[in-house]
C-alpha cells in the first residue's frame, strides 16, 4: 500500500511569476500534521530530488513542501531561461518567493509549525530569508553550506563581472563553472565523472548527471546574485536579525568541498561560529565522516535523515504521535552549542 500522496501547484508571485511547489503527504490524509517541512534545493537542480527526505518525514506525520527557485526545475517557463534568477533583483525576488510559498502553507496549515531547510544555494536564500522573515518559521536546517570568506566572494564577484562583460548577463560562462564545481571535483581525483563531488554513492551521481534539470551552466546575471547574497549574509549585521530563539542545525559531509579545507576548519563549523557570534542562542552543528556534498543523497542518507528528524523532535513544540514509527537506534546525538 502506497503511504505517500505526491501532488503539485504553481504560486503565483507579485510579478506574475509562476513558482512551481511540490507536496507530499500521507495517502491516506490527516487532519492536522505535526509540522511542516520546506525544502529550499540547491544550484542547477530542483525540489523533486528530495522525495527520500520527503518521505521519511512524511511517515512521521509531517507534510512536506519543495518548490522549484526561479531559473530551476518546473518554475522555468521557457528553455532559454535555465539557470537564470531574473533579470534584475534576482536575489530579493529569490527570497521573497519563500515567502509567499510560507504564506501558502501557513494558509493551508494554519497554527501549525514550519521548519524550514536549504541545501547549498538554497541553505544561503534560506539565511537572507531568516533574517527577514524569520518569525515565520519554527526551526531552520542547513545542509551542504558554509561561511565563505572576504577574498572567495570578491574573486567570484569580480569574474562574474568580467564575464558578463564578455558575454553579457545571459552568457553562460564555462570559467565560473570551472572555479565552482569544477574545482570542487578535482579535489577528488582521479574522477569517474564531472559530478563525483556530490556524493560517494554512484548511482547518485550517475541520476543527477542523467537528469535534465540537473547540473546546467548558470547565467552571469545568475552567478552576480547569488554572490552578492552570500556577501550580505557573510556580514554579521545580516545574521542579526535572525530571532536569536531560533533554533538551526547546520549539517555536512566532511568531505564537502563547498566548506572542506585540509589546512582550515570546516566550513560549517565557521558557519555556526559565525551565526552564534550574530547572537544565535540554538546553533548545532553535525559533521558525517568521509560524506560529501549532497549529504542527502550520500550512501548513509537514512543514517542523516533520522538524526535530521531527531534534532527537529527536540528543538521544536511538536505534537508527539500516537503511534511512533520505527527511528534507527544508531541514532548519535548531536551536539549543540
Known amino acids: 500500500m502506497k503511504v505517500m500522496h505526491h501532488e503539485s501547484c504553481y504560486i503565483d508571485a507579485p510579478d506574475d511569476h509562476k513558482i512551481y511547489v511540490n507536496i507530499w503527504k500521507k495517502s491516506k490524509g490527516i487532519k492536522k500534521p505535526r509540522a511542516i517541512l520546506h525544502i529550499n534545493h540547491g544550484m542547477a537542480e530542483h525540489s523533486a530530488r528530495y522525495a527520500v527526505i520527503a518521505e521519511r518525514f512524511v511517515q512521521e506525520g509531517y507534510v512536506v513542501y519543495g518548490h522549484d527557485h526561479r531559473g530551476h ?154 554572490l552578492a547574497g552570500m556577501k550580505d549574509i557573510s556580514n554579521i549585521n545580516t545574521l542579526q536579525e535572525i530571532p536569536n530563539s531560533l533554533p538551526i542545525l547546520a549539517f555536512s559531509g566532511e568531505l564537502d568541498p563547498l566548506s572542506y579545507n585540509k589546512r582550515k576548519t570546516h566550513g560549517i563549523e565557521k558557519l555556526s561560529s559565525h551565526l552564534r557570534s550574530s547572537g544565535q542562542h540554538y546553533v548545532t552543528h553535525k559533521l558525517y565522516p568521509g560524506a560529501r556534498h549532497e549529504i542527502l543523497n550520500e550512501t548513509n542518507r537514512h543514517e542523516v535523515i533520522d538524526d535530521v528528524l531527531k534534532w527537529v523532535e527536540g528543538h521544536s513544540d511538536l505534537p508527539t504521535l500516537k503511534k511512533s514509527s520505527k527511528m534507527t537506534k544508531k541514532n548519535k546525538d548531536l551536539e549543540s552549542a
Open 73 to 226: 526545475g518546473k518554475s522555468v517557463q521557457h528553455t532559454e531561461l535555465l539557470g537564470h534568477y531574473a533579470d534584475n533583483d534576482g536575489w530579493g525576488k529569490i527570497v521573497s518567493d519563500v515567502l509567499h510559498v510560507n504564506q501558502s502553507i501557513h494558509a493551508s496549515y494554519p497554527n501549525t509549525p514550519v521548519i524550514i531547510l536549504g541545501h547549498s544555494m538554497g541553505s544561503f536564500i534560506v539565511q537572507s530569508y531568516l533574517a527577514l522573515h524569520g518569525d515565520t518559521v519554527t526551526a531552520a536546517l542547513l545542509s551542504g553550506s558554509a561561511l565563505s570568506d572576504k577574498a572567495t566572494i570578491q574573486f567570484g564577484s569580480f569574474l562574474a563581472r568580467m564575464e558578463t562583460r564578455r558575454q553579457g548577463v545571459l552568457g553562460r560562462s564555462k570559467l565560473l563553472d570551472f572555479f565552482s564545481f569544477g574545482i570542487y571535483n578535482r579535489e577528488f581525483r582521479p574522477f569517474r565523472t564531472s559530478a563525483d563531488w556530490l556524493s560517494t554513492d554512484p548511482l547518485e551521481v550517475d541520476k543527477y548527471i542523467a537528469d535534465p534539470l540537473c547540473g546546467f551552466l548558470c547565467t552571469n546575471q545568475l552567478w552576480t546574485d547569488l
